[in-house]
């Protein structure tokens, strides 16, 4: 669409629309509210997604919606048809899923200090009792992009994808060599120094809701950043960084009053907004080194 391309947009319009009939048809478990990890017995639908059904389910995946912790972070917002249907799915995640073992039995029990399982409920119970790293940030990414400012699950899922990272230095004391699973007592299984913990960063995209379009800086030279941030503009406020290609900068905001500066590279723009309130003054050119650019919000 940005690009004026009608008929591809149209293509993956239709795309969408297949995939996400398909889904809620084939995945949803509506006796437990949460999409199956995997479907057998399934009878096929049309060429539209409409239509066919799986009469067998198993397993409960904490990383089902890797795409739409994507989607969320490079601004093509809701993937599915039913959006509360995510945030069903985040809950049974949870349920399910957040185990640890206990130190004594070695049997997995409530509470996930080290992250989330990745899978559980399955007949194979290998692979249940470990933690994939880039689940745990994942679920707590989209808690907080589907949580209201200062929600009480904002910091729950805070807590828990900080419990993953840090493992690694209280438990292992080796904070640099972050495997690509551990099991559920905290200690790596498998894959040292492996890049899935970098799912992390999607943790702080949806934390300070930065919506960056890039697109036009080849054309005339200028882009668009706007910030809803998840922490509310109050009497003690907010101070966060946001990261761009080759441009590092923060953003805050306190008594109602917003800031943004830029601490790496340098960034022209038509437009600049928080939590709704445009820069007054039009377009702006953020510097490293120049003072915040600050105004008032309405």
Sequence with gaps: ????????????????????????????????????????????????????????????????????????????????????????????????????????????????PFG?????????????????????HDYAALRIRRATPDATTIDAALNISQGSVSSYAEVMNDQWNIAGGKFSDG????????GYHMTVWHVLLALNGQDADLSDLEVNGTATLSFNPKIACSATGFEMPFLLPGRIGTVSCVGNKASVALNVGELNLSSLSVLGTPYPGGSVTLTAGDSPVEWTLS
Excluded at 30 to 48: I, K, L, R, V
Excluded at 119 to 125: A, D, G, H, K, Q
Excluded at 131 to 136: G, R, S, V
Excluded at 187 to 194: A, E, K, R, V
Aim: charged share 15%.
């Design 1 to 112: 669409k940005a690009k004026g391309d009608a008929a591809f947009e149209s293509q993956c319009n239709e795309g969408l629309a297949r995939a996400q009939a398909a889904i809620d048809n084939l995945q949803w478990n509506a006796t437990s509210s949460f999409y199956n990890a995997g479907s057998s017995d399934c009878t096929a639908g049309s060429s539209t997604g409409q239509g066919g059904s799986c009469s067998t389910g198993i397993g409960v995946f904490s990383d089902a919606f890797y795409a739409q912790v994507l989607a969320y972070s490079v601004g093509l917002g809701d993937l599915l048809a039913n959006q509360s249907r995510l945030d069903q799915h985040q809950d049974m995640t949870l349920s399910a899923n957040c185990k640890h073992a206990d130190p004594a039995t070695g049997a997995n029990v409530a509470g996930c």
């Design 116 to 136: 989330l399982l990745i899978i559980s409920n399955r007949p194979v119970e290998q692979a249940d009792n470990t933690i994939w790293e880039m689940a745990t």
């Design 187 to 194: 200690y790596p299984s498998i894959t040292s120094h492996y």
